[in-house]
């Protein structure tokens, strides 16, 4: 099993939108069998594959429930080929109590209960939340790829070297990790938007995927469709992007 962070400190910039995608690209086009986890206490992606309830087990049970089994905790969606670990605000209270427990290891309590499922899976894609907490250490401590998106705006480049500090720390517990790239997202003909994406790709701190995604209304409507891109607006620009950049990603992986 290969497990993808998507990651970035920042809010709103499409982490989400990116995880559900791809991972509704490697199933359903390249009928890999894919575990989607929802690790951000927002539940934005359980709620598009429509958990919203707290009837079931989260991420925040894996991450505190010794005695689990996370075969109870990965629920599935209409694509046989994808199943979902979700997340709801019981996050919030988890990232507390790992602090607080310090009988077991803290940091790689994701990395143990996911080894048991981990033939059971090609790709594992962590869609995180816009925070360095426990549940994203926890996260960054099994991921083998990072993926971080970015939206050009005054902003776009805050927190990046944070999270690359973040990483190299992480690599105590997981030094195969490996930032594979930026991926430019919401991208519209602008000014700012072509000197931010310009800047990024001649600098050389950071890889960054040579396809990036494009700004569309078809977006936004998918969140409240709750279905993947290419099932709502196939022949939308976004759509043919998240295509492009799943072929890029996986290129990059021969
Ligand atoms: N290519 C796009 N075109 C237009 N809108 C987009 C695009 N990608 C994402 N959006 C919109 O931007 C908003 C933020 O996207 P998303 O929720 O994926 O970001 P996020 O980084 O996960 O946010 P958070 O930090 O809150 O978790 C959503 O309303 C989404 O519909
Ligand atoms: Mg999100």
Redesign the pocket.
């Known amino acids: 099993m290969k497990t993808i962070s998507v990651i970035?400190l920042?809010?709103?910039?499409?982490?989400?939108?990116?995880s559900i995608n791809m991972a509704h690209i490697l199933s359903s086009v390249y009928g890999k069998r894919v575990l989607l986890i929802d690790n951000?206490k927002?539940g934005?992606t359980s709620k598009m594959f429509g958990y919203d309830t707290y009837d079931i087990k989260t991420i925040a049970d894996v991450l505190t429930d010794k005695n689990l089994d996370i075969i109870d905790a990965i629920m599935p969606t209409d694509n046989e080929n994808l199943s979902i670990i979700t997340a709801n605000m019981n996050l919030l209270r988890a990232n507390l109590d790992i602090l607080l427990d310090q009988t077991q290891q803290q940091q790689t309590r994701l990395k143990e209960a996911l080894s048991p499922v981990s033939d059971k899976y090609d790709y594992c894609i962590i869609?995180n939340?816009?925070d360095i907490n426990m549940s994203v250490i926890n996260g960054l401590a099994v991921t083998d790829d990072v993926i971080i998106?970015i939206k050009v705006d005054q902003y776009a480049f805050d927190g990046l070297e944070v999270l690359k500090e973040q990483i190299e720390e992480v690599k105590q517990y997981n030094p195969d990790i490996k930032l594979v790239g930026c991926l430019i997202?919401?991208y519209q003909k602008s000014t700012v938007n072509n000197e931010g994406k310009e800047w990024l790709e001649n600098q050389s701190q950071y890889p960054v995927f040579k396809t990036f995604?494009?700004?569309?209304?078809?977006?936004?409507e998918?969140?409240f469709t709750g279905e993947p891109l290419i099932i709502h607006a196939p022949k939308c620009t976004?759509a043919k992007d998240y295509i492009s950049f799943v072929a890029e990603y996986l290129e990059r992986q021969i």
């Open positions: 970035n920042k809010g709103g910039v499409a982490k989400t939108i990116t951000d927002q934005n869609d939340a816009p998106p997202t919401m995604i494009r700004r569309t209304t078809k977006v936004d998918t969140t976004a």
